[in-house]
């Protein structure tokens, strides 16, 4: 069984749930993130069909979309690192609470709390 298909047992959770591939540039600074699997709840947090997400990069998605994220979700996903952000979203128009981790590497799992 794939990756994303191991995915699929969060397809129904209550939680908004995803996992992002990070986009690296030459120097190894994180510059963009593709969606790669959202689950049903991701739509209602950010307002977007998961469809129009899925297999996108964030900012083809949401194109006023912040930058801050970035520096975090690369740190997971190079280094296995663990992060609990919390921050208005601008995109979104609401505060959330983003648990990371590391799934495999390159990859960042992000639970969404809204406030």
Known sequence: MGFYEKCSIMDEMP??????????????????????YCNKEMAVVEGVPV?????????????????????????????????????????IGKDLTIYCYQPEPSFCACVLLPE
């Open 15 to 36: 939680l908004a749930y995803c996992v992002i591939e990070l986009v690296f540039d030459e120097d190894g600074h994180g510059v963009d993130f593709i969606f790669r």
């Open 51 to 91: 469809e129009e997400m899925l297999n996108r990069s964030f900012y083809e998605v949401f194109r006023n979309g912040d930058r801050k994220w970035l520096v975090s979700y690369a740190d997971v996903a190079l280094n296995g690192t663990k992060h609990t952000l919390k921050d208005f979203s601008p995109e």
